[in-house]
């Protein structure tokens, strides 16, 4: 029990670091008058992403002493925070150091001086990226094969809606005045029979066609029975929508409809093209969709769901692109805005990146008894099982939680990325020590195939470990051409449940899209969604804004993650592996409370000020928080070769900062190689300050786009 809030405090402070903690280089240490300046360590070696081998170039000034240059060889344990893109370096141990310019007996007393620095207490913070970025690559990455048939496509020069029903609609009584709503859409729609005519509220007014697929225009007149159902206590957040405006705010959006998974793409007029450098393509600058140009074949080219498609009309048809991009994708420069979509593209070092963040695990150990104490499992009537294709599996449908009937007496839940196990559908359920290898197996077609990327074994007699990776999330890693990418979805479409209850309104049970409002967009830049939903059984209404980004999105209201069944309220942010906000927060698996600003993932939430635990309390801000800041120093930006010579980039390429004795041991460093240590660097650097600004800004979009559904959802 001990070890575990110890560990759960360990998580506080890697959650704490990001705002408190700069991440440049160097990094600067003081001991009794001596100064140690670190410069960003070069990866040699991640094992299992948790032991870092790895070098550094140092600058060493003991206290009334002259300055030294030289490279320490270490190795650390790491705790990787992939929902806030961190990587706390701990328990470092200096393998060797070496300092070129001096005797070996003075160089024994500097190196006995750089130890006092980097005791058992000393940590280093540094961004996923900074590490990922600098991590040697393996081209052994398993993939899974998905679907990638293009999304109905629309494309539009002036503000547009998109309504989109998943299947066809479904209407139901809101009131017994012939008023019915549209269980299964993105946006609140009413259908009032006795005047044949729908209402859609599109996020500031109202308008009213005759056909669910438009035409739609404005209105101010809506009909009495709308007006009398914002009466009703399961409707009152039409109060807020109702009387509706005498006239609209702006210029009142053309609607389009779709009953399939779809995208929209907006452009404010005619489509902008600004030409990226050195290169052929061309990218839109006045959308909000990723959409380029390229001269060299004539055609358009848009991402979505990390899938690219072509066509050489704006109006499709459109066809999947990824295994054939022109060349010009890989050479648009870093420093261009256009950067942002490398990570989708094959053969890129940020899409290597990328696939290596995929496959980094969250691993959380819990206690066993005390989490299967507060799974219960709710099914809307009695549970329902439906096959699953090319295995003797079956999945729940009726549930919001992933359970999978493997026998007649054998059931698993993997809920909130831990597994548990049970006799009957209802339980008593109990902490998996293991799970089924036929459960692996299930195809990628399956709407429950996200459990697959999550593992689970007995550390000791009463604690079990559990690890997902962002599959899971729903973010895969899949073969392009001859290398590997990261999308968003599986591609497969799977069919909401509907369940009628005696009384009441339907449950709605949905499984995540890859295209459209309801889809989890892990690559949107900058793009923003507003949604509005009413859960009828509860009388739960809900607004907000999301703005997506390329490893999840940032909300304001409240949010149901489809893959893993977890609801959010509050101001957060929401990642394929987890969600920040500020609300209090209680985390049922260790029975442990946190406040103040919270983090949460799908197996846990904590804290970054004070957590408390059967009566024990205690404060995470120094538990293991990083020491030292960054500071500019005269040397420049500092590199170590592996045998042991430091050098820095200038106008004349490559020159030593180290003053080496003349040793035959010593070899010059391959120009090809520094270079790559220093694209390296600069590209850790890069996609650090874009994933902090996408994690803190907060944009705005000039027309609200809803994005969930009336009707419960489980």
């Not at 992939?82 to 003075?106: C, G, R, T, Y």
């Amino acid at each position: 029990m001990k070890n575990i809030f110890l560990s759960f405090c360990t998580l506080l402070a890697i959650s704490a670091g990001i705002n408190a903690q700069d991440i440049t280089f160097p990094r600067e240490l003081t001991n009794e008058g001596s100064i140690l300046l670190i410069y960003q360590p070069q990866v040699d070696a991640w094992k299992d992403y948790k032991k870092l081998v790895y070098r550094a170039a140092i600058s060493l000034t003991p206290f009334q002493g002259n300055e030294v240059i030289g490279v320490i060889y270490m190795e650390s344990t790491t705790d990787v925070n992939n929902e806030k893109h961190q990587v706390l370096i701990h328990d470092m141990i200096i393998q060797k150091s070496h300092f070129p310019s001096l005797e070996p007996d003075s160089a024994a007393l500097m190196g006995a001086l750089v130890k006092t620095f980097l005791s058992t207490d000393r940590s280093l913070l540094m961004s996923l990226e900074q590490i990922v970025a600098c991590t040697p690559k393996t081209d052994n990455v398993p993939a899974v094969s998905v679907n990638n048939d293009p999304p109905v496509f629309f494309v539009s020069k002036k503000p547009t809606i998109l309504i989109q029903t998943e299947g066809e609609p479904v209407l139901y009584a809101a009131n017994k005045e012939n008023l019915k709503f549209v269980v299964n859409t993105n946006y609140p729609m009413f259908y009032d029979s006795f005047e044949s005519m729908y209402y859609l509220y599109d996020g500031l007014e109202w308008q009213q066609g005759a056909q669910i697929n438009g035409p739609y225009k404005f209105t101010k007149q809506l009909p009495k029975t709308l007006i009398n159902l914002a009466k009703d206590t399961n409707w009152v957040f039409l109060k807020e929508l109702i009387p509706p405006k005498s006239k609209p705010d702006n210029d009142v959006p053309q609607v389009y409809f779709s009953t399939q998974p779809a995208e929209l793409i907006v452009f404010e007029g005619e489509p902008d093209f600004k030409l990226i450098e050195e290169t052929n393509l061309s990218f839109a600058t006045n959308t909000q969709s990723d959409f380029f140009f390229c001269k060299d074949d004539n055609h358009y080219y848009v991402v979505t769901s990390g899938r690219w498609f072509r066509s050489s009309n704006l109006n499709g048809p459109w066809t999947y692109a990824s295994q054939d991009l022109p060349k010009d994708f890989l050479n648009i420069p870093i420093t261009s805005p256009a950067s942002a979509i490398l990570p989708f593209v094959a053969g890129s070092e940020q899409a290597k990146d990328a696939v290596m963040i995929a496959q980094i695990p969250t691993t959380i150990v819990v206690n066993a008894e005390e989490a299967a104490k507060n799974i219960t499992i709710t099914y809307a009537g009695e549970p329902k099982f439906e096959p699953i294709d090319s295995t003797d599996l079956y999945y729940a449908v009726n549930t919001s939680d992933k359970v999978i009937k493997v026998s007649d007496d054998s059931f698993y839940a993997c809920v909130k990325g831990i597994w548990f196990k049970s006799e009957s559908p209802n339980g008593p359920w109990e902490t998996a020590t293991s799970v089924p290898e036929v459960i692996y197996n299930m195809p990628s077609s399956s709407p429950v195939y996200n459990v697959t990327y999550v593992t689970q074994n007995v550390t000791n007699e009463n604690t079990v470990e559990a690890s997902y990776t962002s599959g899971y999330m729903g973010v895969y890693v899949v073969p392009v051409a001859t290398t590997v990418v990261i999308i968003s979805g599986t591609g497969y479409y799977h069919p909401p449940y509907y369940y009628y209850p005696p009384y009441g309104y339907p449950y709605y049970y949905h499984y995540p899209m890859t295209y459209g409002p309801y889809a989890y967009h892990p690559y949107h830049y900058g793009g923003v969604a507003y949604h509005a939903s009413y859960n009828s059984n509860t009388g739960m209404y809900s607004r907000g804004a999301t703005a997506y980004g390329p490893y999840g999105s940032a909300s304001v209201g409240q949010g149901y993650n489809p893959y893993t069944g977890t609801h959010a309220r509050g101001a957060s942010v929401s990642t394929p592996y987890g969600s920040r906000s500020a609300a209090q927060a209680y985390n049922p698996y260790t029975g442990t409370a946190a406040s103040t600003r919270q983090g949460s993932s799908p197996y846990a939430q904590w804290g970054t000020s004070t957590v408390s635990r059967n009566g024990q309390s205690a404060s995470a801000a120094h538990i293991s928080t990083p020491k030292g800041t960054a500071v500019k120093t005269s040397n420049g930006d500092l590199f170590a070769t592996s045998n042991g010579n430091v050098y820095k980039k200038s106008g004349n390429g490559w020159e030593s900062t180290s003053n080496a004795r003349s040793n035959a041991t010593v070899n010059q460093p391959s120009t090809q190689n520094m270079n790559r240590e220093s694209q390296n660097r600069q590209r850790g650097s890069t996609q650090t300050q874009q994933f902090q600004s996408r994690s803190s800004s907060s944009s705005s979009y000039t027309r609200p786009a809803p994005s969930q559904s009336r009707g419960r959802r489980g």
